[in-house]
C-alpha cells in the first residue's frame, strides 16, 4: 500500500509541473498583446457571427473603420464611444474600446484617457450614481474606466 501511494506521488509529482507549465504558457500566448495568429483571427472571425463585432451595431464598426472629415482617428472614436455608450450603456462603449485597440494598434495611446472620459461620461449618464456607473468597470486600458468614475 506505501508503495501504491508511493508511486502516485511520483507520478503526480513529476506530471504536476508540465502541465503547469504548459498551461501557463498557453494562457501567455492568448493574451491582448501577443502577436496575432491565424487562429486569433478566425476565432474573431467565428465570434462576431455578421461582422459587427462583440457589442457592435454595424453603424458603430463603420463609424470607427472610418475618420470623420477633419477629426483625428482618437477623437473620430472617442465620438463613436460616447455615442455607444449613449445609446446602450458602458459595457458596450468598453466593448468597443477594447475592440477598436485591438483592430487598431496605432491608437493605443489613447487608450487610457479614452476610458477615462468614458468613466466619465457613465456617471453623468446615471446622474451622479457612482455605484451604478462603476458596476460597468472591468480592467480595459489598466482600469482607467474606474478611474474615470471615481475622479
Known amino acids: 500500500m506505501k508503495q501504491l501511494v508511493r508511486r502516485i506521488g511520483q507520478t503526480v509529482a513529476l506530471t504536476l509541473p508540465v502541465v503547469l507549465v504548459t498551461t501557463g504558457t498557453l494562457a501567455v ?9 491565424g487562429l486569433d483571427q478566425q476565432v474573431v472571425a467565428a465570434s462576431s457571427g455578421d461582422g459587427a463585432g ?5 453603424s458603430a464598426a463603420a463609424t470607427a473603420a472610418k475618420p470623420a472629415d477633419g477629426l483625428a482617428p482618437q477623437e473620430s472614436l472617442r465620438v463613436v464611444l460616447l455615442d455607444e455608450l449613449r445609446a446602450k450603456n458602458p459595457s458596450a462603449a468598453l466593448d468597443l474600446l477594447e475592440r477598436s485597440m485591438r483592430e487598431q494598434p496605432s491608437l493605443t495611446p489613447y ?7 468614458l468613466g466619465k461620461a457613465a456617471v453623468r449618464k446615471y446622474q451622479g450614481d457612482v455605484q451604478r456607473a462603476r458596476s460597468f468597470a472591468r480592467p480595459v486600458c489598466d482600469g482607467a474606466f474606474a478611474a474615470g468614475v471615481t475622479g
Open 54 to 58: 462583440i457589442g457592435r451595431s454595424d
Open 29 to 37: 500566448t492568448r493574451v491582448p498583446w501577443a502577436p496575432p495568429t
Open 111 to 117: 487608450c487610457t484617457s479614452l476610458a477615462t472620459e
